[in-house]
């Protein structure tokens, strides 16, 4: 009697183990189902919104013109107009620090940050911007002493940002205001190894929005460039001692 016992009980162990491990299995696949339709929806989701593109293309690309188009003016006027696209051509260019070549058409090299800005000026007017400065520091000291404080809120297209108020021989990095994008205020500079992409150890020329924790990957006419740029953190703006025509 008690091995009858017995063996009916551990049958009973061994129907409610398998139920157990049966239950197991189909909660598993459920949810395997129920995560990869929500990798699907996410990644879809991504996608449609350009976030795939912007957090995991690597590749280095720009869809914007590359073409350089000689903009010197006769009477050392700017048009913002021109300023935006001329120094839209040199995104993805490589960055180096110190690096000031100045020359009318595209650097051969890469570009420093101060120099970027100098080159932006000298393609447009034919002067570059530092030149006027009787400063004997830094180029982005000189670039400082060749403008004027204006608020943020008064920002116009060719106006500098600056990360410090220059000192000593600090390096202070700076980039142009060419507008806003998504309603955040949009800076082009030459950026250091936080820019950095494939074969672009150093950085690189981008496009970034300021002070926000938002990444871009668009120019001003909506080309797109890659990798996407991390944000700016200008704090200090200054107005370019130039005539700017329209």
Do not use: C
């Not at 976030?51 to 280095?60: S, T």
């Not at 507008?179 to 970034?208: C, D, M, P, T, W």
Request: net charge neutral; no cysteine; aromatic share 8%.
């Amino acid at each position: 009697m008690e091995d009858r016992l017995r063996f009916h009980g551990n049958e009973r162990v061994k129907r409610i183990q398998e139920i157990r491990r049966r239950n197991r299995r189909r909660r598993r696949i459920w949810l395997g189902l129920l995560l990869t339709v929500l990798i699907v929806v996410t990644v879809t989701l991504l996608d449609r919104n350009g976030l795939f593109e912007m957090f995991f293309n690597n590749r280095v690309s720009y869809a914007g013109n590359t073409e350089y188009t000689e903009m010197v003016s006769e009477d050392g006027t700017a048009s913002r107009e021109d300023l935006v696209s001329l120094s839209q051509i040199l995104i993805n260019h490589p960055f180096a620090l110190g690096q000031e070549e100045l020359i009318l058409g595209k650097p051969a090299g890469p570009i420093g940050s101060g120099a970027f800005v100098d080159w932006v000026f000298y393609n447009l007017t034919g002067e570059a911007l530092s030149e006027k400065s009787s400063e004997t520091g830094p180029l982005s000291t000189r670039l400082w002493d060749q403008s004027t404080a204006v608020m943020e809120s008064d920002l116009e297209v060719g106006d500098l940002g600056f990360s410090m108020v220059p000192e000593g021989s600090k390096v202070n990095h700076v980039g142009i205001y060419i507008g806003e994008i998504n309603g955040e205020k949009a800076f082009i500079h030459a950026g250091g190894v936080q820019y950095k992409a494939e074969g672009l150890e150093e950085g690189r020329v981008v496009i970034s929005l300021n002070n926000t924790l938002k990444r871009n990957n668009v120019d001003m006419h909506g080309s797109k460039f890659s990798p996407s740029a991390p944000s700016t953190q200008f704090v200090y703006y200054r107005r370019p001692n130039i005539e700017f025509v329209k």
